[in-house]
């Protein structure tokens, strides 16, 4: 590999150069398969931390375990309609398309399909090719879509279930801290800060909102998702990200209010913001604190 300007080149620049509509179609490709592992994902690790949670609920309290022989994890049973069970084809399991094909309906019973399937698997191709165009053929795109792929489970997981599973946050804020040990996004002092000050900052936000009103904010999974922020993107960039996170929150609940679809007691997870921040802010917080710094001093 060779070194260019902090960076690492990890796909061949010349065939982006010469025949970048390939190059762009291959990186098209990888972000859709992923996204169709990620898509089973978000459907399947709520099942099995529920199942867990159950057995070692039962297990403490000596109770008889739960009478399911059934096996059920990421790669068993093989991908099925969840509505008549029938086994998908292999056409019908073709990232993107095999939704498109079946026209959003199982071809067995014509139960609909979660559009979720089909938009994760979209949300994670472009985040490849937005990693791509935005990084270049580097590891600093490879991390930032490895990022963009996990933010996108944790958002649909959260939106789903309300939950933000640590089996993802609590890797990712590790690898945060590993790929700025040789500061691909930040200095290591500043994504140590970051993770530390992040979880800080939201476990006195949740407290200080406890004792004044007897209601959680927020879940402690916000924390940890805050701190696998800070831990990518360095502590300078932690108030860019709550700014948008919360603007994006208040407006989005603000629209639900008063459309009626959201009453002003009903919970609403707040890891999607934050997710959706994250990831902006990877690719654009450190122009925008530059612009209003500048801003700030004349």
């Given amino acids: 590999m060779t070194a260019m300007s902090g960076k690492q080149i990890i796909m061949n620049p010349t065939s982006f150069a ?26 399947r690790l709520p099942i099995i931390l529920k199942r867990q949670w159950d057995r070692d609920c039962r297990e403490a ?17 093989a991908s099925h309609c969840p509505q008549c069970r029938a086994p998908l084809k292999l056409r019908d399991n073709i990232p993107l398309f095999g939704f498109l094909l079946l026209g959003g309906r199982c071809r067995h019973c014509r139960a609909p399909i979660p559009r979720q399937y089909f938009l994760i698997e979209a ?40 939950i933000l599973p640590d089996v993802i946050t609590l ?28 979880y ?26 805050f701190a696998l922020g800070g831990a990518w993107l360095g502590w300078q960039l932690l108030p860019l990200v709550l700014l948008f996170a919360s603007l994006a929150g208040a407006l989005y609940g603000g629209a639900l209010i008063l459309t009626r679809r959201l009453t002003r007691s009903t919970p609403m997870p707040f890891g999607p913001f934050l997710c959706a921040a994250i990831w902006l802010a990877l690719f654009y917080g450190r122009p925008l604190m530059t612009l209003y710094l500048r801003g700030a001093h004349g």
């Fill in 171 to 198: 890797p990712f804020l590790w690898l945060g801290l590993l790929v700025n040990r040789g500061g691909l996004y930040a200095s290591l002092d500043s994504a140590v800060l970051g993770a530390i000050g992040a």
């Fill in 61 to 77: 309290l000596a109770l008889a375990p739960p009478e399911t022989a059934e096996t059920f994890n990421i790669a068993w049973p």
């Fill in 123 to 162: 949300l994670t191709t472009l985040a490849a090719i937005a990693a791509v165009m935005h990084f270049g053929p580097t590891t600093r795109a490879a991390g930032a879509f490895l990022l963009g792929a996990a933010l996108i489970a944790l958002t649909f997981i959260d939106m789903r279930e309300q």
């Fill in 200 to 225: 800080l900052f939201l476990w006195v936000v949740f407290h200080a909102f406890r004792l004044a009103t007897g209601k959680e904010g927020m879940g402690q999974g916000d924390f940890k998702l």
């Fill in 18 to 43: 010469s025949d970048p509509a390939t190059a762009y179609l291959l990186v098209a490709i990888m972000g859709a398969v992923i996204g169709s592992f990620l898509s089973m994902l978000v459907y």
